[in-house]
């Protein structure tokens, strides 16, 4: 049986989904694209998007009681490839500030993504 996971520091649903699934010893996210929940703004450059998009990822992962570190494996949605060295360096630098082990990865480039943006970034977590 799976538990719904929601909280304010991430972007509420924009459609019929949940932010998270628990499955009691695996966390499943919906992809976050770069909004701020607060403001509900999204940044211009693709490099302040993959931190927003992380950073929703991170506040789902904690609503679960989880942290960066459990996360075992991630998706990574970008409009356009070419974006893909600094997405790459600013998805580095954020496992680093974690001090977390880099989890598995696919990066696909994708035609559209919700409301335009250009990454959108989804993750598993494992509670040990």
Not at 23 to 47: C, F, H, K, R, Y
Not at 62 to 71: H, M, S, T
Not at 108 to 124: F, G, H, N
Request: net charge negative.
């Amino acid at each position: 049986m799976s538990r719904e996971i929601s909280t304010e520091n991430a972007p509420a649903a924009i459609g019929p989904y949940v932010q998270a699934v628990d499955l009691g010893n695996m966390i499943i996210t919906s992809g976050q694209i770069p909004v701020d929940p607060e403001t509900g703004i999204v940044a211009d450059d693709i490099a302040a998007q993959t931190r927003q998009s992380l950073a929703n990822v991170k506040a789902i992962v904690e609503a679960a009681g989880l942290q960066v570190g459990d996360i075992v494996k991630t998706t990574v949605f970008v409009k356009d490839l070419n974006d893909f060295a600094t997405v790459n360096s600013t998805y580095e630098a954020f496992f680093n500030q974690h001090k977390a082990n880099f989890p598995a990865r696919s990066c696909v480039e994708v035609a559209r993504l919700p409301k335009d943006v250009k990454i959108e970034i989804e993750a598993i977590a494992l509670r040990r």
